[in-house]
């Protein structure tokens, strides 16, 4: 019999394959979006050149494929349930020349892989999406060598998060969409200060950490991002696709006008926030 994990797992499953043409058409912008996240996440597990790094949740390949370039002697394994966004990495990990790197199909909460295989875990922004935090948590800690480091993103709350905020507030408001059951998977699930530490930490990480991250995302104007929502936001494109076109361009009309009253005309710098969350066993 099915749990509600396992219908959760399935449905994340479903998900990320069916936007994985739309992550790899905007594989440039969004690992640039990304890119400080992952770099924050490399300083704080503090490579040697020798390590296998698991890197959890590893979607179109980062933080993995730039740890698999650090560890020139080691090895990296990035993991995900997506077997469409695995594809994507692996000829990514191909066109960079990385031998160094390899993909694995896995649920975090089972991982196939034994007690401490690893001397560092990666993972930028996956728990926001794991059915059990508590046990994906676990499960990281347990592969983990002693000694070795673990560090994570998730992002901080939606006030400091306008790149989607924005757009969703408008769009919730327009279709009176409910909010979500508490503690369901979703972007903001893990912003709340303490979270993901208090996890990490009993799971047996020591010296626990917890800073905020914060820049800009950079869109060209207001139609690049228009498209790139529409391609790559799961709860976008799951909302919009429930109307009708006089709606859809409605929603884009408020979200223009909100847009210009308050980023400007032309390219636009929104706001982004996140948690770093690092520690050792």
């Known amino acids: 019999m099915q749990t509600s994990e396992d219908i959760i797992r399935e449905q994340q499953r479903a998900v990320w394959n069916q936007f994985a043409p739309g992550w790899k058409k905007w594989d440039d912008f969004t690992m640039r979006f990304l890119q400080p996240m992952g770099d924050a996440i490399i300083k704080a597990i503090n490579l040697k050149d020798t390590d296998a790094v698991l890197d959890v949740a590893t979607g179109t390949g980062e933080p993995g494929l730039t740890i698999a370039s650090i560890v020139t002697k080691g090895s990296v394994i990035g993991t995900d349930l997506s077997e469409n966004m695995l594809t994507i990495a692996q000829e990514k990990a191909k066109q960079l020349g ?86 369901a998977p979703g972007m903001f699930r893990c912003a709340k200060p303490g979270l993901i530490a208090g996890f990490l930490e009993a799971a047996g990480l020591s010296g626990v950490t ?53 980023y400007g005309n032309g390219e636009l710098a929104l706001p982004f926030s996140t948690l770093i969350i690092q520690g050792s066993k």
């Open 210 to 262: 917890e800073s905020v991250l914060s820049d800009q995302v950079i869109y060209k104007d207001a139609d690049e991002y228009w498209a790139n929502m529409n391609e790559v936001a799961a709860p976008v494109v799951s909302a919009l696709k429930q109307v009708d076109q006089t709606t859809i361009a409605r929603i884009k009309e408020e979200v223009w006008t909100s847009l210009r009253e308050q």
């Open 98 to 183: 990385l031998t160094n790197y390899q993909t694995q199909l896995a649920d975090v909460s089972k991982l196939p892989f034994a007690d401490s295989s690893f001397d560092a875990v990666s993972c930028r922004m996956g728990f926001m999406f794991f059915p059990d935090m508590a046990q994906s948590a676990q499960e990281l800690v347990r592969v983990l060598k002693p000694g070795g480091r673990l560090a994570t993103s998730v992002w901080a709350g939606p006030e400091q998060n306008a790149w989607i905020s924005l757009l969703m507030g408008i769009i919730n408001r327009a279709l009176q969409v409910p909010p979500p059951p508490a503690g």
